[in-house]
C-alpha cells in the first residue's frame, strides 16, 4: 500500500511537467558537420579609452630618473635620489582614471587627451610627447579596471576583472569564466545590456546559431551585464515545488498514517 501511494504521488508530480518541451543545449547546433569551417573575423574590434578607465602607464628609459619621475610621480633632487619631491598624481600602482573629458594628469606632461584612442594610438601620443624629456622612451598603456558581470543560469555568477594583458573577451569566455551555463540556461537567448556613450542597450543572442560570432555584442565591452535566462523546465518546476509544497506535504503525512492504520 504504501509504495503505491508513493507511486501516485509521483505521478501528480510528473505529469504537470508532461507539457514542457526538450530544448536544444548544444552550443552552435547548426553548425555544418565538416571538418575544416574558416571565416573572416571583422567584428573584433580594438577598444578605445573612455571616461571612467583606470589606465596603468609605465615608461621605460636609459635614464633611471627618469624612469622614476615618470613611473611613479616622483623628482630626484639629490645626487643619487638623496631628496625626493612629490609631482603629480601617477602612482603606477593606482593607475590614471581617465576623467569626463576623457583626460588624465601625468607628471611633467600634465594633462594628456586620451579618449577615443586605442592603447596604441595613446602610447605613440605619451612618446611623442616625452621626446623633449626622454630620450627614446618606451610606452605601455593597459586598461586596469576592465570588468563585466554574468548572472542568471551559470556556474558561478560573478563580476569577472579582465587581467590587464587581455584586449577583448567574447561571450563564450565569458561563459568559461563562470562555469558555463548549467543544463536550464536558455542558450537561445542570452541578455546582453551596454551602457555606452549616455545609450543603454539590450541585445539577445543565440548561441545554438553560428552567426553568433558576427555580431557586435558578441565580444564584450566595459561594464557589460550577461544574463542567462532559466528555461521554462526550471521555472515550472520551482513553481510546482513552491505551489504544492503544502499538499505534498499533507499527502505524505495522511499515506504515512494510512499505512500506520493498516498494519
Given at each position: 500500500?504504501?509504495?503505491?501511494?508513493?507511486?501516485l504521488?509521483?505521478?501528480?508530480?510528473?505529469?504537470?511537467?508532461?507539457?514542457?518541451?526538450?530544448?536544444?543545449?548544444?552550443?552552435?547546433?547548426?553548425?555544418?558537420?565538416?571538418?575544416?569551417?574558416?571565416?573572416?573575423?571583422?567584428?573584433?574590434?580594438?577598444?578605445?579609452?573612455?571616461?571612467?578607465?583606470?589606465?596603468?602607464i609605465t615608461?621605460?628609459?636609459?635614464?633611471?630618473?627618469?624612469?622614476?619621475?615618470?613611473?611613479?610621480?616622483?623628482i630626484?633632487?639629490?645626487?643619487?635620489?638623496a631628496?625626493m619631491?612629490?609631482q603629480?598624481?601617477?602612482?603606477?600602482?593606482?593607475?590614471?582614471?581617465?576623467?569626463?573629458?576623457?583626460n588624465?594628469e601625468f607628471?611633467?606632461?600634465?594633462?594628456?587627451?586620451?579618449?577615443?584612442?586605442?592603447?596604441?594610438q595613446?602610447?605613440?601620443?605619451?612618446?611623442?610627447?616625452?621626446?623633449?624629456?626622454?630620450?627614446?622612451p618606451?610606452?605601455?598603456?593597459?586598461?586596469?579596471?576592465f570588468?563585466?558581470?554574468v548572472?542568471?543560469?551559470?556556474?558561478?555568477?560573478?563580476?569577472?576583472?579582465?587581467?590587464?594583458?587581455k584586449?577583448?573577451?567574447?561571450?563564450?569566455?565569458a561563459?568559461?569564466?563562470?562555469g558555463?551555463?548549467?543544463?536550464?540556461?536558455k542558450?537561445e537567448?542570452?541578455?546582453?545590456?551596454?551602457?555606452?556613450?549616455?545609450?543603454?542597450?539590450?541585445?539577445?543572442?543565440?548561441?545554438?546559431?553560428?552567426?553568433?560570432f558576427?555580431?557586435?555584442?558578441?565580444?564584450?565591452?566595459?561594464?557589460d551585464?550577461?544574463?542567462?535566462?532559466?528555461?521554462?523546465?526550471?521555472?515550472?518546476?520551482t513553481s510546482?515545488?513552491?505551489?504544492?509544497?503544502g499538499?505534498?506535504?499533507?499527502?505524505?503525512?495522511?499515506?504515512?498514517?494510512l499505512?500506520?492504520?493498516?498494519?
Amino acid at each position: 500500500m504504501k509504495i503505491k501511494i508513493v507511486y501516485l504521488l509521483g505521478i501528480v508530480l510528473l505529469s504537470s511537467c508532461a507539457s514542457l518541451k526538450p530544448r536544444d543545449i548544444v552550443y552552435f547546433s547548426n553548425l555544418p558537420q565538416q571538418e575544416l569551417l574558416t571565416e573572416q573575423i571583422e567584428n573584433a574590434k580594438e577598444p578605445v579609452i573612455k571616461p571612467g578607465d583606470l589606465l596603468t602607464i609605465t615608461v621605460t628609459s636609459l635614464d633611471q630618473k627618469s624612469n622614476v619621475l615618470f613611473n611613479q610621480g616622483f623628482i630626484m633632487t639629490g645626487e643619487g635620489g638623496a631628496g625626493m619631491m612629490r609631482q603629480g598624481t601617477g602612482d603606477s600602482n593606482e593607475g590614471y582614471l581617465v576623467d569626463e573629458e576623457g583626460n588624465i594628469e601625468f607628471p611633467v606632461l600634465g594633462r594628456i587627451n586620451l579618449t577615443g584612442l586605442t592603447k596604441e594610438q595613446a602610447m605613440a601620443k605619451i612618446k611623442a610627447d616625452l621626446h623633449s624629456y626622454v630620450e627614446n622612451p618606451i610606452v605601455k598603456v593597459r586598461q586596469a579596471n576592465f570588468r563585466f558581470t554574468v548572472l542568471g543560469e551559470v556556474g558561478s555568477p560573478s563580476i569577472i576583472t579582465v587581467p590587464t594583458d587581455k584586449d577583448n573577451v567574447t561571450i563564450l569566455e565569458a561563459m568559461g569564466m563562470v562555469g558555463d551555463m548549467t543544463i536550464y540556461g536558455k542558450r537561445e537567448n542570452v541578455l546582453v545590456i551596454r551602457e555606452e556613450d549616455g545609450v543603454r542597450t539590450m541585445a539577445r543572442l543565440n548561441l545554438n546559431k553560428v552567426d553568433v560570432f558576427s555580431s557586435p555584442y558578441f565580444y564584450l565591452k566595459q561594464n557589460d551585464v550577461v544574463y542567462v535566462e532559466p528555461d521554462k523546465a526550471k521555472i515550472a518546476g520551482t513553481s510546482i515545488i513552491r505551489r504544492n509544497w503544502g499538499f505534498a506535504v499533507g499527502l505524505v503525512s495522511t499515506a504515512i498514517l494510512l499505512v500506520s492504520l493498516f498494519k
